[in-house]
């Protein structure tokens, strides 16, 4: 049985016309000389074909095509979660579905409400170096605390290099948003990741700097408070920048 037109409405309606995982729009405007594009898909948390991601064969096959297990990404993502099936299983995603509506209905409310916000950086807690970081652990550790990030990478990367500078910064920041919404065993399994991760960055030539600047929130009522931003950067080894240190 298809999706039906109602479920299809209730699915894009809780999405918010964004990815569950990176929260990007799904439906691009039509320009003056375009049609409008849509980037999003309609994924299956549980497969109902024998040998597809996540596929359950005591899953009722009568709710296959039902809201409650369905989730929409943009094709980027869709495709990781069913190349990564194992990493990518029925309960996380239904976590990361639930977390995302959540944070569609916050951000409503605060359109809603009138809220606004503006951010104030003090130099002092502005980090002028990063320390080098060869923990995955110490890594997520680090990120996991913090709300926005900063990204340094050099700009001349081929496209082998792309990939994987790129895909270990978009995996430290989906391991940091989901943080608190999946198991420790899960969170371990993701820091041995992200360490034979670095690991493959110090190989290709590449080495990880991280740190965290404290900032103040700026209410529109007034009030004020603090949170974290992370700040992250890949350099080649023979950057100019890095500092080395003496040891002796």
Request: hydrophobic content about 30%.
């Amino acid at each position: 049985m298809p999706i039906s037109e109602k479920t299809r409405k209730l699915l894009w309606a809780k999405s918010g016309n964004r990815c569950a995982i990176c929260r990007q729009k799904l439906a691009i405007d039509k320009t003056n000389t375009d049609s409008d594009s849509i980037v999003g898909d309609e994924c299956h948390i549980i497969s109902g074909k024998n040998k597809g991601p996540r596929f359950d064969e005591n899953f009722p096959t009568e709710i296959i095509d039902e809201e409650n297990n369905l989730i929409v990404l943009c094709k980027v993502h869709h495709k990781m979660i069913d190349d990564q099936s194992e990493k990518y299983t029925s309960v996380l995603l239904k976590e990361i579905k639930c977390s995302h509506i959540k944070w569609v209905d916050s951000k409503l409310d605060e359109k809603r409400n009138g809220y606004g916000y503006k951010i104030l950086r003090n130099k002092k807690f502005i980090p002028n170096t990063l320390p080098q970081i060869e923990s995955g652990k110490r890594l997520l550790e680090m990120s996991s605390s913090c709300a926005c990030y900063y990204k340094d990478y050099p700009e001349n990367l081929d496209e082998n290099e792309t990939e994987i500078v790129g895909g270990f910064i978009q995996d430290v920041i989906d391991w940091s948003d989901m943080s608190d919404i999946v198991e420790p065993i899960d969170l371990i399994r993701a820091s041995k990741t992200i360490n034979d991760k670095i690991q493959e960055l110090n190989d290709f030539g590449f080495i990880v700097f991280s740190g965290v600047e404290k900032q103040i929130i700026e209410n529109s009522d007034g009030t004020r408070e603090t949170w974290n931003a992370f700040h992250i950067a890949i350099l080649r080894n023979n950057d100019e920048r890095i500092i080395k240190q003496d040891v002796g």
